[in-house]
């Protein structure tokens, strides 16, 4: 069964860091292209970043890029997220979610429950 | 530009049927989607890809209730025999260089 599950939010202040982490199990976490995805409270959803399952190449929505990193490590099938510079605009639920078709971005067909991240002073 | 359009609310009796709508921009008319599901204080549930042939591949546990037809530019998602639970937000969700989402539409269950 494939399970994902995020941890690392919390309260920053503005200009701070954060990161995040998703543990996958379940299924070849290397074979997948992995996502994070946000939302702001009561908005909707917000693509993040993709990374291919080798990890060599990384997207990011224009939003965030050059302010957060994706990366992921297979020897303990853990996906993260490095989130600097931060803004009150990102405080949002951060979702990692897993790509249904190996080797490709595609459909999103498993979602982590999501962690908290508030930027306030 | 890729860009999904759904319209914001919809809203149906409990037991009747819905079609949710999702568009695609002008020029991607041949693109895959996806129909996501969030319930109230949830994370999101995939429920199914979507062919630009109506062709469809549901997750895991999804009810028959939920089926997916396309027509041009449009997806399009329908929930039958609703219940109370289907009382959510509805996403659709593509992909190019990155993913798009659309704006959901809040299903209201009468």
């Known amino acids: 069964e494939v399970h994902l599950l995020e941890s690392g939010g919390g309260l920053v202040q503005p200009g701070g860091s954060l990161r995040l982490s998703c543990a996958a199990s379940?299924?070849?976490?290397?074979?997948?292209?992995m996502n994070w995805v946000r939302q702001a409270p009561g908005k909707g959803l917000e693509w993040v970043s993709t990374?291919?399952?080798?990890?060599?190449?990384?997207y990011y929505a224009d939003s965030v890029k050059g302010r957060f990193a994706i990366s992921r490590d297979k020897s303990n099938n853990t996906l993260y997220l490095q989130l600097n510079s931060l803004r009150a605009e990102d405080t949002a639920v951060y979702y990692c979610?897993?790509?249904?078709?190996?080797?490709?971005?595609?459909?999103?067909?498993?979602w982590g429950q999501g962690t908290l991240v508030t930027v306030s002073s | 530009q890729l860009v999904l359009t759904q319209s914001p609310s919809a809203s149906a009796s409990l037991g009747a049927s819905v079609k949710l709508t999702c568009t695609l921009s002008?020029?991607?008319?041949?693109?895959?989607i996806a129909w996501h599901q969030q319930q109230p204080e949830k994370g999101p549930r995939y429920l199914m890809k979507?062919?630009?042939?109506?062709?469809?591949n549901k997750g895991d546990g999804i009810p028959d209730r939920f089926s997916g037809s396309s027509s041009g530019a449009e997806r399009y998602l329908t929930i039958s025999s609703l219940q109370s639970e289907d009382e959510a937000d509805y996403y659709c969700?593509?992909?190019?260089?990155?993913?798009?989402f659309g704006g959901g539409t809040k299903l209201t269950v009468l």
């Open positions: 969700q593509t992909w190019d260089t990155g993913i798009i």
């Open positions: 979507l062919n630009n042939d109506g062709s469809h």
């Open positions: 379940g299924f070849t976490f290397s074979s997948y292209v």
């Open positions: 990374i291919s399952g080798s990890g060599g190449s990384t």
């Open positions: 979610a897993k790509v249904a078709a190996m080797a490709t971005i595609g459909a999103l067909d498993y």
């Open positions: 002008s020029g991607h008319s041949s693109y895959s």
